[in-house]
């Protein structure tokens, strides 16, 4: 696969999507910014639910699919979310929809939540996906051995389905998945394996099943996880460095541990001794950079309550294990 500007596909044929709703705009926007900043060439496509905010309105119109430019070389779609699942375990089904329906002539989809940014050069991402799958693994559950009673019950059910397993070592994040269209059965035996697990009794409505059983109690990502072992295609995984656990390598950052920034209560967090990281501040320094999702006092006001909190993080400060 040649390489355009920046390293990205030609042609306009590199996408990225995302599945909001509500406050996750914020995330969303701020995620378009950091990949404007990292070279990004191509198109957002973002799976939405509900009433659209009224700053996306005006950048884009009324929520139509077709797609419009937003930056130098970066256009945004929107497509409308009917189903009632929770939009994490509709990923499957949108990147498959996108690769088959929205824009048949795409090469390279990477889908992110919405509380991730991207912080390295877009080029790499462009490199990485030639090897085979992007993937992340998980901080949690990292080193899950291949054979995890887990993947035991991941293996049944696939085999419920018509699918054998192979081996497989270490427990992927379902935050970050770049695939090019050769690998495209990746996302349609996920996709598969999803409904299957809706067939046996899981509420899709929700995002974690922890009532259920144990090995599918983080839903989509379990079944992400599944889809690996279920299906031959190469993968390029990395490790948990790739989120931001160790600062240094600077690829992505994902907020996991706290509130997300844009709903964090800064100033009360730093009381209790956990004052805003390099991290928030990173992400408020993108924020209407350039794609505008607050009004200018809304962003005064989150740095000011930012700028507070970080003088008490002088003062009072207890680690992550207290």
Request: glycine residues 8%; charged residues 20%.
């Amino acid at each position: 696969m040649s390489s355009g500007p920046n390293g990205s596909s030609p042609n306009g044929s590199t996408a990225v999507c995302v599945l909001v709703e509500g406050s996750y705009f914020h995330g969303m926007a701020v995620l378009l910014n950091s990949l404007i900043r990292s070279g990004f060439v191509g198109e957002m496509i973002v799976g939405y639910r509900g009433d659209l905010p009224p700053w996306l309105v005006a950048l884009h119109g009324n929520g139509s699919s077709v797609s419009s430019p937003v930056a130098e070389n970066v256009t945004l779609r929107l497509v409308n979310i009917t189903s009632d699942w929770h939009l994490t375990n509709l990923k499957a089904a949108f990147m498959q929809q996108i690769f088959d329906e929205i824009n048949p002539d795409l090469q390279v989809l990477f889908n992110f939540d919405a509380d991730i940014l991207v912080n390295c050069a877009w080029a790499n991402f462009e490199r990485w996906v030639r090897h085979g799958v992007v993937l992340v693994l998980d901080m949690a559950e990292t080193y899950m051995p291949a054979q995890h009673a887990f993947r035991r019950e991941w293996s049944a059910m696939a085999e419920r389905c018509g699918r054998t397993s192979r081996a497989v070592n270490g427990y992927v994040n379902g935050g970050c998945v770049g695939l090019s269209r050769a690998h495209i059965e990746i996302v349609r035996v996920w996709g598969t394996l999803m409904a299957r697990l809706h067939s046996e009794g899981l509420d899709m409505r929700k995002i974690v099943a922890p009532d259920g059983m144990p090995e599918y109690a983080k839903m989509d990502q379990d079944i992400l996880n599944a889809a690996v072992m279920a299906t031959d295609v190469p993968l390029s995984l990395l490790g948990v460095e790739a989120m931001d656990i160790f600062p240094s390598a600077n690829i992505m950052t994902h907020y996991m541990i706290f509130s997300k920034p844009w709903r964090r209560r800064y100033i009360v967090d730093a009381l209790k001794g956990f004052p805003p990281s390099r991290n928030e501040w990173y992400f408020w320094n993108l924020v209407n950079n350039p794609v505008q999702s607050m009004t200018p006092s809304e962003l005064r006001a989150a740095r000011r309550r930012l700028k507070i909190a970080r003088l008490i993080g002088h003062v009072r400060r207890r680690g992550l294990r207290e």
